[in-house]
C-alpha cells in the first residue's frame, strides 16, 4: 500500500507554473528524496502536502484520506509531522522541556478531558531525545546548543507527535558536509527502526545519493524522473538541468 499519493497536482504563481501535473507514491517505510534545481517547486510541493497552499488541481491521498481542502493542523493530525524551524520560545527552555511540550501538545489532541501534568512527559521525551543521540543534552538550555544540535532536538520534536510520514525540506540547510551527512544518517535509522516513510529535499547529491531508497526530480515545476539513485544519476534528461549549476551527474561520479 502506498502511503501518499499526489496525482497531478499543479500550481501556479501569476504566470508561473510552480508545480506542473505532478504525480508520485510514496510507500510505507521509504526514504524519498525530492530534487532538483533552485526554483524547481519543491517548496510548493511539501506546502501542498502539508495544506499550507491549495493546490489548483489534481489530488493528495495520505492512508486512503484526501487532503485537499484540510487545515495544516488537521494534516498533522492525520500523522504527517514536519520538522518545524524551532519556536519562539525554543530559547527560554531546557532542551527536554522543548520536547515535553510538543508531547503534551499532541497529547492534548487525543486526551483533551485528563491532560497529563508536562512531568509526566519527561521520560518519554528523554526517550525521543536518546533517539536523535541528544540525551546527555537533556537540562542544558536549548540556546547553548551548536546549530547541528538544535536541528537534532527539531527531529525529536516533530517525533513526538508520532509520525507515520515526515516531510522535511531542506533538513540541512546551513550545515557543514559531515553534520549533514550525519543528519540525514541518523533519520535513516528512524526510517528503518520506526517504520515512517520520509520526503525530504537536500541540496547534497552526495547524501542523497547516499541514503535515498528512491529520488524523484521536478525541473521547472515538472517531474522528469523517478527511480533510485544509479537511474538518476545517469539519465540524460537529469544531467541537462543540473548542467552549469556545480553538482555532478555524471555517470563517471558513481561512488
Ligand atoms: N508565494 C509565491 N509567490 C510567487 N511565486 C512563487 C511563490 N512561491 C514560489 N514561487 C515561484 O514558484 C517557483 C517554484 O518555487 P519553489 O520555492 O517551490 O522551488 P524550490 O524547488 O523549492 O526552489 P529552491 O530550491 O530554490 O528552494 C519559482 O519560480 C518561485 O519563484
Known sequence: MSDLS???????????????????????????????????????????????????????????????????????????????????????????ENVQMALLSHANQIYRLWQPARAQHRERALELLAQVGMQDAADRPSRELAYGDVKRVELAIALANDPRL?????????????????????????????????????????VVFAFADRIIVLARGKLIADGDARSIRDNPQVQEVYFGTGKTFRAEARA
Open 6 to 96: 499526489i496525482r497531478q497536482l499543479s500550481k501556479s504563481f501569476g504566470g508561473v507554473r510552480a508545480v506542473n501535473d505532478v504525480s508520485f507514491e510514496i510507500k510505507r517505510g521509504e526514504f524519498l528524496a525530492l530534487i532538483g534545481p533552485n526554483g524547481a517547486g519543491k517548496s510548493t510541493c511539501f506546502n501542498m502536502i502539508n495544506g499550507q497552499l491549495p493546490p489548483d488541481a489534481g489530488e493528495i491521498w495520505f492512508e486512503g484520506n484526501k487532503l485537499n481542502g484540510r487545515k495544516p493542523r488537521d494534516i498533522w493530525r492525520l500523522g504527517i509531522g514536519r520538522t518545524f524551524q524551532v519556536a519562539a520560545t525554543f530559547n527560554s527552555m531546557t532542551v527536554v
Open 166 to 206: 515526515l516531510l522535511m525540506d531542506e533538513p540541512t540547510a546551513g550545515m557543514a558536509p559531515k553534520e549533514r551527512n550525519d543528519l540525514i544518517a541518523l533519520v535513516k535509522r528512524l526510517v528503518i527502526e520506526r517504520g515512517i516513510s520520509v520526503l525530504f529535499t537536500e541540496h547534497s547529491m552526495d
